[in-house]
């Protein structure tokens, strides 16, 4: 059985000559290995990362497949670095075909950013916004936008008032609720682009539980050792599966005008009922642009129902 993901995705003869792809936190894990799948499928893709020497590496393998790759060092914990991120691609190319917004991880301390933020809400749902913002009037008309959430949301609720303060989440908390965050924040930008009349998609996916993506070194130990151990163990998620779930939202036909949905398996799934809570997007959206001191981007939908 392959194991590359353009394979597992089904996407193998689709041609990505000419898109311009950008996939956060692709130095490691899922998204170095669906920024390679793109590279072999013809795209020029904007590695992005905290890691220098990994950036660099991964630009090189693409470059050997013909793909004119850059990579584009950020911390997402920093509202500038974000920034300066958005204004090197639009800077650097003519437009962007495919925003993969897959940086973040689960991080064991309750720390805050310097924008007072907790550090996992901040790192994993709102840079992926405020980058989305930047770049909303540089993609293009087609373009598609795919966010890397977690089955981990499951049981978590919004709670907006523990993202600051000295009552913040921490550890896995924090986490399923910035994966949450994640869709709330895919559903409501899909709602609103096609109030825009955008022609543009928006989803967001679970990649699975996926060991040898670094994921566990968040974890107390002795967690790490024995998540990466699983991976040699039939029938747990892949790097390259979860690469795949990226590739299948976000370049395949069958996938093309789907939009406001969260993927698993390659299939639209129901997320939890907290997940699908319109009033509860649309805080989140508020709160976020907020947190930012930026305007809300694009236009509200007109209801709940929308």
């Avoid at 000559?17 to 799948?37: E, K, N, Q, Y």
């Avoid at 009037?137 to 089955?151: M, P, Q």
């Avoid at 299948?248 to 993927?263: D, L, N, Q, W």
Wanted: hydrophobic residues 40%; proline residues 5%; aromatic residues 4%.
């Amino acid at each position: 059985m392959s194991s590359l993901p353009e394979e597992l995705a089904g996407v193998s003869t689709v041609d990505c000559t000419d898109m311009h792809v950008l996939i956060t936190g692709s130095t490691s894990g899922i998204g170095r290995s669906a920024a390679l799948a793109l590279g072999r499928l013809g795209a020029d893709v904007i590695v992005h990362g905290r890691d220098s020497n990994a950036g660099v590496e991964v630009v090189d393998k693409l470059s050997e497949e013909g793909s004119d790759a850059m990579f584009v060092e950020a911390d997402f914990a920093s509202v500038a670095a974000v920034t300066e991120l958005a204004t090197t691609v639009r800077e650097e190319t003519d437009g962007l075909d495919l925003l993969i917004n897959n940086a973040g991880g689960l991080f064991r301390s309750n720390a805050v950013t310097d924008a007072g933020i907790e550090y996992t809400f901040h790192v994993n749902h709102l840079s992926p916004y405020l980058l989305t913002a930047e770049l909303l009037n540089h993609l293009t008309d087609d373009a598609r936008i795919v966010t890397t959430a977690s089955g981990a949301h499951r049981g978590a609720s919004l709670q907006l008032d523990r993202i600051q303060g000295d009552h913040r989440l921490s550890g896995m908390r924090a986490y399923s609720h910035s994966k949450l965050a994640n869709i709330l924040f895919s559903s409501e930008l899909a709602r609103r682009l096609a109030v825009g009349n955008h022609n543009i998609t928006a989803n967001s996916i679970h990649p699975g539980a996926i060991p040898g993506t670094g994921f566990s070194r968040f974890l107390p130990k002795p967690l790490p050792a024995l998540v990466e151990r699983l991976d040699t163990v039939p029938g747990v998620t892949a790097v390259a599966d979860g690469a795949a779930e990226l590739l299948f939202v976000g370049v395949s036909p069958r996938t093309a005008e789907i939009s406001g949905r969260y993927f698993a398996g390659q299939r639209p799934r129901s997320p939890s009922d907290a997940a699908m809570d319109h009033d509860a997007a649309k805080r989140l959206w508020s709160k976020s642009a907020a947190l930012l001191e930026i305007p809300e981007p694009l236009a509200p939908p007109t209801s709940t129902n929308d």
